[in-house]
């Protein structure tokens, strides 16, 4: 039976023999055209990356490989006696494009398990932060500390050849996501929990055993861990944490910095951060208003003085969804089946039920809809998982699952640096005045 590097690597042939043919065939067919608006306004819409792991619809939401949120819900595999996926099946099926059988996703555990150590001196780093410094910051140091173990760096110096690139890249990439619950547990352990760190337990899943070493034993804590892992993995190639690290790694940095890099853009408040700060959105709501749970009306007023201030309302609106996020269902149905009394989860509801009304009205917002953070914060907290800052982190660990097997592709296809054409608005304005082609080299 070929391992999973091996079966990878017979894919990634497979697939690079494909390629070269179609692009002999059709290299020279347009795919779109690029308006001006575009250019100023975010590369949005602009086709112009290949990330073989995901696809996201505009209406539908994301599809890992072709299966929607409900599909792979059905079909991964779970931990015995859960009814959540189990994330591991997901990365085998973002990096092998097959679904996983029960023996495959504990192929995958258990090579995380045995590639989970975490030296000292990245703890050692940590510890030379301030506490005060937010989680995010601690686990972008952490990865750079744990950036000395790449593979990758130490064969490239060592003169590896680009046909052994792909080879390094999976194996930092295995290493790094089996060590990243420890390191982000640590660092929650360390700020809010007064430095009681907890040992892994080996015997336990990659989600289970994230949860047992943050502090929480409760089971559906762990099954909501299995889901929030997967259902943060990955959405396709453009958003900032994917495009940072497929950039990033496009220069041949290694895969530490290339997610380093990523879980930098995570932490703005446009992306990844949102998820902490609609949490404190609603808890600012309530103190505010000084009741459990506001009434329709009071979340109206609330929202609109928001917009008022020039604020985002944060969990709403996506750059290239038009939908209710599916990953916002997929949690409903969790907090519906686990928590449907909660009155925290019961005001978000009631925020889906008010917000999209008000953007509508703003006739700017392009999607009025949840996303994936309108929700996640809300069912941490019926946990006791209450500290906000560190939402992000969570985030983060699960991004490496699909932003880490979207690295494995890139080398393994060969794909070359990075490096669109950008232009200046003088150059624009000669163009305007017909004064000759503003691209080229
Ligand atoms: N509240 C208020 N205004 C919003 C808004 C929201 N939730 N979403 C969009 N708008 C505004 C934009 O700020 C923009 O205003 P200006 O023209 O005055 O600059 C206008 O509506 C048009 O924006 P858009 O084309 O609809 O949205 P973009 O593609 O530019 O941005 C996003 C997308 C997600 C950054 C934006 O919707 C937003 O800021 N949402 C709140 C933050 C958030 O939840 N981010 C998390 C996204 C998911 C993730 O990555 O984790």
Redesign the pocket.
């Known amino acids: 039976m070929a391992t999973i590097k091996e079966r990878f690597k017979a894919k990634a042939d497979d697939l690079s023999a494909e390629i070269k043919e179609i692009l002999k065939k059709h290299g020279t067919r347009t795919i779109g055209e690029v308006q001006l608006s575009q250019v100023y306004?975010?590369m949005?819409g602009i086709t112009g990356l290949v990330t073989e792991t995901s696809l996201l619809d505009a209406q539908e939401g994301i599809r890992f490989r072709g299966y929607s949120i409900p599909e792979l819900q059905e079909k991964l595999p779970k931990a015995p006696g859960g009814t959540e996926p189990l994330p591991e099946g997901l990365f085998y099926l973002m990096l092998l494009g097959e679904l996983p059988e029960v023996r495959d996703a504990e192929e995958v555990t258990s090579a995380w398990q045995r590639r989970s150590h975490v030296p000292n001196y990245v703890f050692d780093a940590i510890e030379a932060l301030p506490k005060s410094s937010h989680p995010m910051t601690q686990f972008v140091v952490a990865i750079m500390a744990l950036q000395t173990e790449s593979i990758f760096a130490r064969k490239y110096a060592q003169g590896m050849s680009k046909k052994d690139y792909w080879d390094a890249v999976y194996d930092d990439s295995m290493n790094l996501i089996a060590r990243l619950p420890r390191v982000a547990a640590y660092i929650y352990r360390r700020k809010y929990k007064d430095e009681k760190h907890i040992q892994p337990d080996g015997l336990l899943d990659w989600s289970g055993n994230f949860a047992h070493m943050l502090g929480f034993e409760d089971e559906s804590f762990k099954e909501l861990m299995r889901l929030y892992m997967t259902i943060h993995a990955d959405?396709e190639g453009g958003?900032?944490s994917a495009h940072t690290t497929h950039l990033v790694g496009s220069a041949l940095s290694d895969p530490y910095l290339s997610f380093a890099a990523g879980m930098n853009g995570l932490a703005g408040?446009?992306?990844?951060l949102?998820?902490q700060?609609?949490i404190k959105w609603i808890f600012d709501l309530r103190e505010e208003l000084g009741v459990a749970l506001p009434s329709k009306e009071q979340i109206e007023e609330y929202v609109k003085k928001t917009?008022g201030e020039g604020?985002?309302?944060?969990?709403?609106?996506?750059?290239v969804l038009r939908k209710t996020d599916p990953r916002f269902s997929a949690q409903m149905e969790f907090g519906k089946k686990h928590m449907p009394d909660d009155p925290l989860v019961n005001i978000v509801w009631r925020v889906y039920d008010v917000v999209p009304e008000v953007?509508k009205s703003?006739g700017?917002?392009?999607?009025p809809w949840p996303?994936?953070?309108?929700h996640s914060g809300a069912l941490l907290v019926h946990y006791g998982l209450v500290e906000y800052e560190f939402y992000t982190v969570l985030?983060g660990v699960s991004r490496a699952l699909g932003v880490l097997a979207s690295l494995c592709w890139d080398r393994a296809l060969g794909l070359p640096i990075e490096r669109p054409k950008s232009i200046t608005t003088a150059s624009v304005k000669d163009w305007l005045e017909g004064k000759g082609e503003i691209w080229g080299d």
């Open positions: 306004q975010g949005r959405h958003n900032v408040p446009l992306h990844g949102a998820n700060e609609v917009l604020k985002v309302v944060p969990g709403y609106g996506h750059a953007l703003l700017k917002v392009k999607n996303n994936v953070d309108a985030f």
